[in-house]
């Protein structure tokens, strides 16, 4: 296969979007996104429609969340499915994976962002909630990595599959194991399928969103809490939905094809030393069009 040739089973010719002129470097391509129904998965579904691709959208239910998400997707022109399932179960995540290739007569994306959390200390932790955060976060993600490779290795399709991953996976943040252990697991997943699946041409990549403004965080903090919170970051505010989605779309266009097994930060700075930062003898940091009443011109 020479430089720039496209892949056996890539189906990249591009479908006309009437009314629209932004770019369209999805076109053709066809995705399945867990986790769908709001927040990162709702944008990342988005963000690929808009991108030119056919979509499926994972949601434990096909409530009315998932519906109108899917009616986002819609004005963009490309076909949209409703996949509902457990990922945690790798019967309904096969199954989906099949139906989804089936309508949309191939499958060149997949974007594992279905994830559950309970927030109790490992000692005192109800198992059950445990277990189900391994469960869908740790094998739901597995289930999705299988099915869609085994899909696209049998099609001989050139793909791409994304992990929404967390910086849980390297911080050991209190009364979190279990997300902790998850994530951690997802992203020595993802580096061990990248480097297995080389040879067939499916790219696998991470994405690290930083601290989103999510409706899951509501699970764990009033809206105040969440506000000063996001204020004390390095950014000043919290990440918003639609910039990890930019992210994901960057790492499935096929202008990337050279990125495989790579980890995308977006985290507005919050993995940076900012404890370190106030140790320096200097005026205090100032937004870009501010002036310290102590800067002097000389």
Known sequence: MTEGSPHPGTNPGPRANPGSSAPRPLAGQRALVTGAGRGIGAAIAVALARGGADVAINDL?????????????????????????DVGDRDAIDRIVAETAEEFGGLEIAVSNAAYSDRERFHEADMDGFERTIRVTMWGAFHLLRASTRRMIADRTAGSIVFVSSPHSWEPIPGAMAYNMAKAAVDQMARTAATELCEHRIRVNLVHPGWIDTPGERKFFHEDKLSALGSELPWGRLGKPEEIARGVLFLCDPASEYMTGSSLLIDGGIGLPVREMHRLDTPSRERPGETSPDARVE
Do not use: I
Not at 61 to 85: H, I, K, N, S
């Open 61 to 85: 239910e096909a409530g009315d969340e998932a519906r109108g998400v899917a009616e986002r997707c819609r004005e963009f022109g490309g076909r949209v499915r409703l996949a509902p399932a």
